[in-house]
């Protein structure tokens, strides 16, 4: 996903319309057979939904021959899918996306995570030196430094809607960006920041292990749609059919994963199995016993049928605009295509 | 030979011909680089060009590289908006302390390496050991040595210079004349007026080599080190411009960090021409 | 003063350099050593100025170095050892820095030796721009600034060509003949030695031990190439040297 292969990949498409052709995914002429998908993902049980659709067939199912290719951090995701290196890719809606869009080279089509209350989501930590000091609660986070990935980033959003929810100036809180989880994590455990975001599975941990104090939950004071899934806009109006196959696929894998894992009243043995299913793609170089309750941690609510709450998009979109980060030229038809699936 | 003298005599009118006289070919000179003004300049302008064209005509598209004019209105918007001068100023600020106390460690380290036994036999093995470790691979440790304010900045920084300052100071020193240093020692010249006024000048042609490098290693570096909790610096524009994929915005940053390489390398340039004329 | 060799041998580790050597340098003479290559005729030099440690016997200062010498044994060497960053007169000043000396004084020092050594329009010069003749100049220039008690010159013309090294060897008999400096002189050249020496000492291929002594009583000043005597000289000193030099030539270099 690189720059370079970008280039390369645009490049021949542009000298040459027959290639361009063959370049893209499947040919709608020969729909009956096995269309090839590439489907960026994490290793996350976020992502969960598209192993397990993977697994138990459904992708098969709708004539979809899905390979996965595996990524470090989810903007890349969402370059490749600019540069048709992925089909798919599931991802944030980040400021980087959405100047994406502007360019037309890709959509969201589909809502994949959503913050909601009651069920788990994004954590608010604070050092244990700020929590000594104070620092115990969300109302006390105005004047105190919060560790983020990027400006822009969605850390960097969820900040700014608590600061609206509460009815305080974001410019209260320091932001930090320190562009990768690791030097979050590292700022927040040796005191140098007092707050960070994080999602469940790692903030959890450093919970358990008394790194740092849990002062929050996100979805307490936010709901929101967190990420999405994006393909090309060359795939949307080339090869809608594929496009609306792999999301009903993904769906079912979905649907699995919220039944399984979040409800309090599934099945055990459901649970279990869905556990197994992704352990062989997250956490694999854990043994399972140890693996297993780190995976349970990391699921967190997707949206049923893939439903996209593009009203909650176009929010962020118009607070990256008005941030003065996206391209004020960007719409929310540019960015969402809502001919797929359901939308609110 | 006969067959030749032959050929001759067969073709030519005059059978006892007067002996075959033709100049000698020129087969010497090129191999030598001589200054062509204006040359990289042109080169320069006929990129930008191509460039500039091919954005227009939508042969490369916006996505994989933005126009040259569009990377040019990014900049100008920075400019106007009065960030430049933070940016600039910020990195600025950063890289001549880290660089700066880089060198002077380096030179000093090097100096040593260079002239005590002890000091190589224990410090350069250090000095090879760490020297490739890449420094944005320890920067979750340089946060927690250094804190996420300017030391954790100055210290990527400092770390990039030092290195190749110490390798390229005792490099120098060992390939100084030894019959200077002799020289010096029959006068009755202390170690230290040795060092100082012997050694050190000669080793620094090879120590400016080495800091044109490390001056560009710190320009690299700039952008690793504003990765830590920077809010303005040439880095962290070139950062946010990429996460934010604001394409013009990055090239703007980069065409900035390149012009600060130019800067740089012209600066050492004049410090070669006034340290080291004598080598003309 | 004088500089005098008692029972001096040398070893560099298992190779035997020097053997023996006794050997006296009298004030206001020039002793040339000759000897063939490799018979540790530098190394020798070096024991005598103190830059090596004889593994064997000593060298002694006889009498007190001149009033004002500032660096009694003095260098002058083979390839001049100038500071190429560094003008002529920053040369000969490098040497006098560490002295305290007054700014006048120092100034006096280097015009002088500049003017004894016909370099004083090219003071600011660097050596770059200098001729190997000028450059050696020079170095005698910065030997002389010290005043020396004696000095140490190691083929102190053999960097340079023919022509250069016999406008050079009159600048050094001139310079004698004003001044009776004393130095020890090694050379390879027989006419040199035989030009230049009061004395000419005589070593055998490596272990060098002193073969002969031989004491040239002719004034420096009326030596001439042309005088029989001189020739005679010279034809005795090479046919000591050629025997020597030949099976020299055939040992390997260790
Ligand atoms: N520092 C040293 N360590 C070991 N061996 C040495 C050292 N210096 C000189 N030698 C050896 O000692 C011998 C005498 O060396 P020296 O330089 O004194 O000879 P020389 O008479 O000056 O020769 P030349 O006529 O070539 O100048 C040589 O075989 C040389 O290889
Ligand atoms: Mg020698």
Not at chain 2, 244 to 251: F, G, H, K, R, V
Not at chain 3, 81 to 93: G, I, K, Q, T, Y
């Amino acid at each position: 996903m690189s720059i370079f292969k970008m280039t390369r990949r645009v490049w021949l498409a542009n000298l040459s319309a027959m290639t361009a052709g063959l370049m893209s995914l499947g040919m709608p002429t020969v729909a009956a057979a096995q269309d090839d998908v590439v489907l960026g993902a994490l290793r996350f049980t976020s992502h969960g939904a598209g192993f397990v659709a993977y697994e138990r067939g459904y992708f098969e199912e709708e004539g979809l021959n899905v390979k996965f290719e595996f990524f470090q951090a989810a903007q890349p995701i969402a370059v490749a899918t600019a540069s048709g290196d992925v089909d798919f890719g599931v991802t944030g809606v980040t400021g980087g996306l959405m100047n994406l869009a502007e360019k037309n080279a890709l959509r969201i089509v589909a809502g994949v995570l959503h913050e909601k209350a009651g069920v788990d989501g994004m954590i608010v930590l604070a050092s244990n030196k700020a929590y000594e000091e104070g620092l115990t609660s969300i109302d006390d986070m105005p004047g105190h430094s919060l560790a983020m990935t990027q400006v822009g980033s969605t850390f960097h959003y969820m900040t700014s809607r608590i600061a609206d929810e509460k009815g305080w100036d974001i410019a209260d809180i320091k932001l930090v960006p320190l562009q990768k989880v690791g030097s979050m994590v590292a700022a927040l455990k040796s005191g140098q920041v007092d707050m960070m975001i994080m999602v469940p599975h790692i903030a959890k941990a450093l919970a358990a292990d008394g790194a740092a104090q849990q002062i929050g939950k996100l979805n307490d004071y936010v709901e929101y749609q967190i990420s999405t899934m994006i393909t090309s806009v060359e795939n949307i109006e080339n090869n809608p059919d594929v496009v609306k196959r792999f999301i009903r696929a993904y769906s079912k894998g979905i649907a699995d994963m919220n039944a399984g894992l979040l409800d309090p009243n599934a099945d055990p043995s459901e649970k279990e199995a869905l556990t197994k299913i992704l352990h062989k793609y997250v956490y694999t170089d854990q043994p399972y016993e140890k693996a297993a309750p780190s995976i349970q941690n990391g699921a967190m609510f997707l949206n049923e049928g893939a439903a996209l709450n593009k009203t909650d998009v176009e929010k962020q979109m118009n607070w990256f605009v008005d941030s003065g980060l996206v391209d004020s030229d960007l719409t929310v038809d540019q960015l969402v295509d809502s001919t797929f699936v359901e939308t609110n | 030979m006969a067959d030749v003298t032959n050929h001759v005599d067969k073709n030519g009118a005059n059978p006892v011909a007067a002996p075959h006289e033709r100049p000698v070919y020129f087969r010497g000179g090129g191999f030598r680089t001589e200054p062509r003004r204006f040359v990289g300049l042109a080169v320069f302008a006929i990129l930008l060009i191509i460039w500039e064209v091919g954005s227009r005509t939508g042969v490369i598209s916006e996505l994989v590289l933005p126009a040259p004019s569009q990377a040019f209105a990014a900049f100008m918007e920075l400019v106007n908006s009065g960030n430049l001068q933070k940016h600039v100023g910020a990195s600025l600020q950063r890289l001549t302390i880290g660089f700066s106390a880089g060198s002077l460690l380096g030179l000093v380290v090097g100096t040593a390496i260079g002239l005590s036994s002890y000091a190589r036999a224990g410090l350069s093995p250090l000095v090879s050991a760490i020297f490739p470790i890449p420094k944005i691979a320890l920067l979750p440790l340089f946060i927690i040595w250094f804190g996420i304010g300017e030391g954790s900045k100055v210290a990527t920084i400092l770390f990039g210079c030092f290195f190749p300052t110490v390798i390229a100071t005792y490099g120098g020193i060992d390939s100084v004349d030894r019959t200077l240093i002799r020289m010096g020692q029959s006068f009755g010249l202390s170690r230290w007026e040795i060092v100082r006024k012997i050694v050190l000048p000669a080793a620094l042609p090879a120590i400016l080599s080495g800091m044109r490098i490390s001056a560009s290693i710190a320009i690299i570096l700039l952008v690793a080190a504003e990765m830590i909790g920077a809010e303005y610096g040439i880095g962290a524009y070139v950062l946010l411009a990429g996460n934010l994929m604001s394409t013009d915005q990055l090239i703007a940053g980069v065409a900035i960090l390149s012009m600060l390489g130019l800067i740089v390398s012209w600066l050492i340039t004049r410090a070669e021409k006034a340290f080291l004329g004598w080598r003309n | 003063m004088d500089l005098r060799v008692d029972g001096l041998s040398h070893w560099y580790s298992d190779l035997e350099v020097l053997r023996d050597i006794n050997l006296t340098i009298p004030q206001g003479q020039i002793v040339c050593v000759i000897g063939p290559s490799g018979c540790g005729k530098s190394t020798l030099l070096r024991l005598l100025g103190g830059l090596e440690q004889p593994t064997q016997g000593q060298v002694t200062q006889v009498g007190e170095p001149p009033v004002g010498s500032l660096n009694p044994l003095t260098y002058v060497f083979q390839d001049f050892a100038l500071l190429p960053w560094r003008s002529v007169e920053d040369n000969v000043s490098l040497v006098l820095e560490r002295h305290n000396l007054s700014k006048a004084e120092k100034e006096d020092r280097i015009s002088d030796v500049l003017t004894r050594t016909r370099l004083s329009d090219f003071r600011k010069a660097v050596p770059k721009q200098l001729s190997g003749g000028m450059k050696q100049r020079v170095a005698i220039a910065r030997a002389l600034s010290v005043n020396p008690a004696v000095l140490l010159m190691d083929e102190p013309l053999s960097a340079l060509d023919s022509q250069t090294r016999e406008l050079l060897m009159d600048d050094l008999i001139d310079l004698w003949t004003r001044e009776q400096f004393t130095s020890c002189y090694i050379t390879h050249n027989l006419a040199e030695a035989v030009r230049l020496g009061h004395k000419v000492v005589v070593l055998s291929r490596r272990p060098g031990v002193v073969r002969e002594v031989v004491d040239i009583d002719i004034p420096l000043a009326n030596r001439r190439m042309s005088d029989p005597r001189i020739a005679e000289i010279q034809q005795d000193l090479w046919d000591m040297m050629r025997e020597e030099a030949q099976t020299a030539d055939l040992e390997l270099a260790p």
